[in-house]
């Protein structure tokens, strides 16, 4: 079974940055996917970067060149840079991980951290 803990929310205001660690345990796969969502109030969950194993990540178009994935090998911690935040990006951010291939369905991934809020501020 995979744990995942996260950490790093908090508000900060816009055009800022923040970083969020999503710290993984227990049992891991060969290949799997590991995803970061959010949800805002009232909005679906939304995918808004995945990466599969070691390939390159993949940005949601709104996010795409603010955040970055990225992960510490030797502590199996994964991070989310978001930079240059604006209010939009307000929301519970989750961190995900699934056996194998990426998916866009977020009931397709199995392990969830617990979400943490980050709040942007105008």
């Known amino acids: 079974h995979v744990q995942l803990v996260e950490s790093g929310g908090g508000s900060v205001q816009a055009g800022g940055s923040l970083r969020l660690s999503c710290a993984a345990s227990g049992n891991t796969y060969t290949s799997s996917c590991m995803a970061w969502y959010r949800q805002a109030p009232g909005k679906e969950r939304e995918r808004v970067a995945r990466?599969?194993?070691?390939?390159?990540?993949i940005y949601a178009d709104s996010v795409k060149d603010r955040f970055i994935i990225s992960k510490d090998n030797d502590k199996n911690i994964h991070y989310l840079r978001m930079n240059n935040v604006k209010p939009e990006d307000s929301a519970v951010y989750y961190c995900?991980?699934?056996?194998?291939?990426?998916?866009?369905?977020?009931?397709?991934?199995?392990?969830w951290g617990q979400g943490t809020q980050v709040t942007v501020s105008s």
């Open positions: 990466r599969y194993s070691n390939h390159d990540p």
């Open positions: 995900a991980i699934r056996k194998d291939y990426c998916r866009e369905d977020y009931r397709a991934y199995a392990h």
